[in-house]
């Protein structure tokens, strides 16, 4: 595509004046990028590369953009004119023809065009939800599951080799309280008079829970202590609650290829030996019998207890051996997506990898903002244990799968996300959702008046899409791959949220303009080959991102 050839323009340019003395030879040059300036008169495309070089080669961006131009040889037949713009801007201005050739490059060769092998086949492991299974998913583990499955989903699109884990913590203190909350709700509804445990989970999920054990053994367990009862609870439980979170997660389109238990890192001695190793390597050291890693040595604010001196682990032990397994497990790449209140981790984890030899460079942590879920203006709270959140299952049922994906979707990973489901269950332009829906409904509606006209429309000719509504759709439509790799690269899949709705908002305004089909049947077939590349894009980005295409709404 011509971005490619573009860039290798600009960087035999600055190649050129390394050999000139112009810019050092050491200096490393960062991906060119292009993009479509606002203003037609900037040019079709524009790079800000002298920017990201200036500090490097101590000179002005537009004295160095100068340069570069200055130094480019355009030998390509599709380029008119490159000119400096603003404080450094490089504009590129192509030939009438061009952009038409662009559309039919993007038709013909579509599979490759959407499927970028930038990946090359290398393995990541994308870890994300890993909720606890202590309770029903919210909203908010409903962010952090749809940006991780979006994401891996934009990684395997462009040549990756994606693993899809979710982490079960059912190990540790907030397991047996899950427990003795379900035993005691056995107990009251069997006639006992008992107080709730302060820090117990207090959803109708628990009672639930607990008049199934009581369907099935009755009040066989009463008189049991709780050393005897809250395990088996415990279990009972857990079970229950991570199968309901299966359910919602395949009901948000979600599939995990991995459930990696923590528990079974007890069982197997895998948290035992990882300590030890790390004993024998000095990174775990003992104090006021409690034994601690030295999380200070790679930045840490403060040691961090791995076994406390009552001989309980917290909660870092397992995560020391978890990890441990994703590295020896040979990724190329691990990606960890955690809620933002996991900040203080991210140091912690970081030293496993300094203290076992693996590579920083290839762990990647993506810490997700609150959701702030409004309903009539009025914000709902969110506690697992006080049962003040509002389920996952809740919000899809009310405003459907495809609404949810994308309003989850609507705002990078790190920025708060306010979720109205008012306009997400709207039907008009407002609710982008359904807006970019229906773009891709409307075209199919296109084909559908031409089948019912029985019309036989000559081979198409592109050079006939000259009007500026046509040369910016497909200004947009060669935009895709580059969004996808961008995504892949910064693992921000809301990059192709936003992009699919500029293109459908392209579309709306060229449709309320411009009549596809009309008496003119040599443009009839232009605009219905222009319209039906823009069918396939927003196809492809909303199967990407695991929503629906429906072709009449």
């Known amino acids: 595509m011509m971005r490619q050839r573009l860039a290798e323009i600009i960087l035999n340019s600055l190649n050129d004046l390394k050999k000139k003395g112009v810019i050092p030879e050491k200096v490393e040059i960062p991906p060119i990028h292009f993009e479509i300036p606002k203003d037609r008169k900037l040019g079709d495309l524009a790079t800000n590369i002298a920017f990201l070089l200036a500090s490097i080669v101590k000179m002005p961006p537009k004295k160095l953009a100068e340069e570069i131009v200055h130094n480019i040889f355009l030998s390509h037949e599709d380029i008119e004119q490159v000119e400096v713009a603003g404080n450094g801007f490089i504009n590129v201005f192509f030939k009438p023809l061009y952009w038409q050739k662009i559309l039919v490059q993007i038709r013909e060769n579509f599979a490759s065009f959407c499927s970028p ?77 008992i107080l709730f445990i302060e820090e117990g989970y207090q959803g109708d999920y628990i009672v639930d829970i607990a008049e199934l054990i009581i369907i099935e053994k009755g009040d066989l367990y009463l008189s049991l202590s709780d050393e005897k009862v809250v395990p088996l609870f415990t279990k009972i439980a857990a079970d229950s609650i991570l199968e309901q979170i299966k359910k919602d997660l395949e009901k948000t389109r979600i599939k995990f290829d991995i459930w990696y238990s923590e528990k079974k890192l007890y069982e197997t001695n895998a948290v035992e030996q990882t300590i030890q190793l790390l004993q024998k390597k000095e990174w775990i050291y003992e104090k006021a019998d409690a034994l601690w890693m030295k999380t200070t040595a790679v930045g840490d604010e403060k040691d961090r207890v791995v076994i406390r001196s009552s001989g309980e682990p917290t909660y870092y032990a397992s995560d020391l051996a978890y990890h441990k397994d ?87 990973y790190d920025s ?30 296109i084909y559908r008046e031409l089948e019912k006209k029985s019309l036989t429309l000559p081979p198409p000719d592109t050079s006939l899409l000259q009007s500026i509504e046509e040369i910016e759709i497909i200004k947009k439509l060669s935009l895709f791959q580059q969004v996808l790799i961008e995504a892949a690269e910064t693992f921000e899949p809301h990059r192709l949220t936003f992009y699919l709705i500029e293109t459908a908002t392209l579309f709306h305004k060229y449709y309320n303009l411009h009549r596809v089909i009309s008496e003119d049947l040599n443009v009839s077939s232009a605009r219905l080959y222009l319209v039906g590349v823009v069918k396939m894009i927003l196809a492809e980005g909303l199967q990407i991102l695991g929503i629906t295409n429906p072709e009449k709404m």
Request: net charge positive; hydrophobic share 40%.
């Open 326 to 412: 994703k590295f020896e497990r040979k990724y190329d790449r691990i990606i960890d997506i955690w809620g933002a209140d996991h900040h203080g981790y991210i140091d912690r984890i970081r030293a496993i990898t300094r203290a076992l030899d693996f590579d920083e460079d290839k762990l990647s942590i993506l810490l997700v903002q609150l959701v702030r879920l409004l309903h009539g203006k009025k914000q709902v709270n969110m506690s697992t244990r006080k049962a003040t959140f509002t389920p996952l299952n809740e919000v899809i049922e009310e405003v459907g799968v495809d609404a949810a994906r994308f309003f989850f979707l609507l705002r990078r």
């Open 416 to 445: 708060h996300l306010d979720f109205d489901l008012d306009l997400a269950k709207k039907q008009s332009s407002e609710n982008p959702v359904y807006y970019t829906q229906y773009a891709h409904a409307r075209i199919c509606s």
């Open 117 to 193: 092998e930038i990946g090359k086949g290398k393995r990541v492991n994308v870890e994300f939800v890993s909720a606890n299974p202590t309770g029903p998913l919210h909203v908010g583990h409903g962010r952090c599951a749809v940006i991780g499955d979006a994401l891996a989903r934009i990684l395997q699109k462009v040549g990756y080799e994606v693993t899809k884990e979710y982490y079960i913590n059912d190990a540790g203190r907030q397991m047996e309280i899950l427990g003795k909350s379900v035993f005691i709700r056995y107990k009251q509804a069997l006639g006992q008079e």
